[in-house]
C-alpha cells in the first residue's frame, strides 16, 4: 500500500497496460507474448510519423520492439536507471568504466535491482545482458538504540524489547487495514505502537510529510500476515515481501540499456519543450522539430500535460522528489552487510541507506574488490516535488550526512561523493482522486500514450516497465 520497501526499481505481476484502444492486459498474460515479440525485434518495421518520447528502460524497450524512433533529453539512454563512473579524488563522471577498472560505479537514482520479473521477461532482458541472482538482506535501523530489525519489521518483532513485542502484538491480532489516507492505514494496519516507533516517522521523511494527506497504495510492499507475525515474535520469521530475490546485470545497468540502445533508432539531445497539438508538432530546446501522427510518452504524466498545454479539472496528483548522494570510500567497522536500510530517523533527514557494494563488489575500483577495505552508498532524502535545494545547501546537507555515516562507523574517510537530483522520484495519489485517469485519457485523445511508470503514475520498477514498453509497443 505504501512505497515503504520500495528497493529502488521493481514491482510484482499486478502491472496494468493502458490504452484508449482497449489494451488492458495484466503482466501475466502479456509475459506470454514476449517471446513472439522478441523475435520481431530483429527487423522492426518504421512507421511514419509515430515517435517515442523518453529512453529510459520504458522507452527503449518500446523501440526495441517497435523499430521506432526515440527522442531522448540527455546524451545516453537509461533514464534514472542509469549507471555512471567517479574516478578517486576525480569528481567528473564518466559514461564508461576506465579500461583499469579504478573507479566507483554510482547509478543517478541509487540503487536499482530488478525484481518481478516473469521467466519470459528474464529472457528479454538477458538478451542484451547476462544478470546474477541475489537474495535480498535489508533491514530497519534505529540510530538511538543502535538496532537493526531485519525487514519487514512487523514479521521480526522478537528483535524488540518484551514491552514492544507484546503491545505489538496485541494491537495487530486486532488490525483492519482500512483508511482513507496513508496515514490512518498505516495506524490500523500495524497499531499505535509500531506506527508510533517506526511507521509514522519514517513516512513523514519517505514521503516528505504528504503521508497524512495522500491515499494508500502498494500494500503488498508492506505484508501484514497474522500467522507471519506470530512466528516471528518467536524468532522464526521466514522471507517475506515482494522483492525476496532480485537481479543485476553483471557488468550494470549501463551496460543492459547501452546494448538496448544499439538496437534502437535514439536522438540524443533532444529535449521536448513543447508538444503544440493543433499541428501534431514537437518542438525541442535544440530547435529540431518533428510532425508526429502518434506518440507514446514515457515522460511524467503531469511533464507532458503541461508540455501540452492541457488543463485538468481534477487537482492534479501530488509526487516527491529525491536527493540522492552517491559516496565511496573506506568500509568503516561497523558497516552492516544488508543491501538497504530504513531510517525512521536521522539527524540529516534522510529516510534510507543502500550499500551498492554489498549487493556486489563490482560497484568498487578493482583495487579494492578483495580486501572489504571500501564501500559505496547511495542515501536518500525525499523533498516536496521541485523543492530542490540550493547549490550551497545541499553541499552542507552532504557534509552533515557523512558526519552521520562516520559517526555510525558505516565510512571512515570518504574518497567520492557526488549529488544527483531525481525530479519526479515517487508518485502518490490524493484519496477519490481521478486526475491520473483524466489526464491519461485527455493526452489519449490527442494520440499520445503515456506507458511506464511515470507516464501513468503508478509504482512499477524495471522489469514492469520493460513489459509495459512492450505492450505500449502494440498500440502501433
Known amino acids: ?158 528483535c524488540l524489547d518484551h514491552k514492544i513485542r507484546k503491545a505489538a502484538l496485541s494491537e495487530l491480532a486486532h488490525a483492519s487495514p482500512l483508511g482513507r489516507t496513508m496515514k490512518e492505514w498505516l495506524r490500523a494496519s500495524f497499531g499505535p505502537t509500531l506506527y508510533n516507533l517506526f511507521f509514522a516517522p519514517f513516512h513523514t521523511a519517505y514521503t516528505a510529510g504528504l503521508y497524512d494527506r495522500i491515499a494508500p497504495q502498494d500494500s503488498y510492499k508492506s505484508p501484514a500476515n497474522r500467522v507471519q507475525v506470530q512466528r516471528g515474535a518467536r524468532g522464526q520469521a521466514a522471507k517475506a515481501g515482494y522483492n525476496v530475490t532480485f537481479v543485476y546485470p553483471q557488468k550494470g545497468l549501463d551496460a543492459l540499456t547501452q546494448r538496448m540502445a544499439a538496437a534502437c533508432k535514439i536522438h540524443y539531445g533532444h529535449r521536448v519543450e513543447k508538444i503544440d497539438l493543433s499541428r501534431k508538432k514537437i518542438v525541442c530546446q535544440n530547435g529540431a522539430t518533428f510532425f508526429y501522427e502518434k506518440l507514446i510518452s514515457t515522460l511524467p504524466l503531469n511533464q507532458v500535460i503541461s508540455l501540452c498545454g492541457l488543463k485538468t479539472k481534477s487537482l492534479p496528483d501530488p509526487y516527491t522528489s529525491v536527493l540522492v548522494l552517491n559516496i565511496g570510500g573506506e568500509r568503516g567497522k561497523d558497516c552492516p552487510r544488508d543491501h538497504w536500510i530504513y531510517v525512521p530517523k536521522s539527524k540529516s533527514g534522510f529516510h534510507r541507506v543502500g550499500i551498492y557494494s554489498n549487493v556486489d563488489v563490482s560497484f568498487l575500483p578493482k583495487a579494492h574488490r578483495n580486501n572489504h577495505a571500501a564501500a559505496s552508498f547511495y542515501v536518500e532524502r525525499a523533498f516536496s516535488g521541485g523543492m530542490k535545494p540550493a547549490a550551497g545547501q545541499i553541499k552542507k546537507y552532504a557534509d552533515l550526512v557523512l558526519q552521520e555515516l562516520q559517526d555510525w562507523g558505516y565510512i571512515r574517510k570518504c574518497h567520492v561523493l557526488d549529488p544527483t537530483w531525481i525530479e519526479v522520484a515517487y508518485t502518490w495519489t490524493w484519496p477519490d482522486s481521478q486526475w491520473r485517469t483524466e489526464a491519461m485519457r485527455l493526452l489519449e485523445s490527442h494520440q499520445i500514450y503515456p506507458v511506464g511508470r511515470y507516464a501513468r503514475w503508478v509504482f512499477q520498477g524495471i522489469a514492469d516497465s520493460m513489459c509495459d514498453g512492450l505492450a505500449g509497443a502494440d498500440v502501433f
Open 1 to 158: 500500500m505504501v512505497d515503504l520497501f520500495y528497493d529502488s526499481c521493481g514491482s510484482t505481476n499486478h502491472a496494468f497496460f493502458f490504452t484508449a484502444a482497449g489494451l488492458c492486459k495484466d503482466a501475466a498474460t502479456y509475459s506470454s507474448r514476449i517471446d513472439a515479440k522478441m523475435e520481431k525485434t530483429d527487423s522492426p518495421t518504421m512507421k511514419k510519423g509515430r515517435y517515442i518520447l523518453g529512453a529510459g528502460v520504458t522507452g527503449l524497450a518500446a523501440g526495441v520492439s517497435s523499430g521506432l524512433p526515440i527522442l531522448e533529453a540527455v546524451d545516453q539512454p537509461g533514464g534514472i536507471c542509469s549507471s555512471y563512473y567517479m574516478r578517486i579524488g576525480d569528481s567528473a563522471r564518466k559514461t564508461s568504466p576506465p579500461n583499469n577498472g579504478q573507479a566507483y560505479r554510482f547509478e543517478l537514482g541509487g540503487g536499482h535491482w530488478i525484481f518481478g520479473a516473469s521467466p519470459a521477461m528474464l529472457k528479454f532482458i538477458q538478451k542484451f545482458s547476462p544478470v546474477k541472482t541475489y537474495r535480498r538482506r535489508s533491514a530497519v535501523y534505529f540510530p538511538d538504540k543502535k538496532i537493526y530489525v531485519p525487514y519487514p519489521l512487523q514479521d521480526h518483532l522478537s
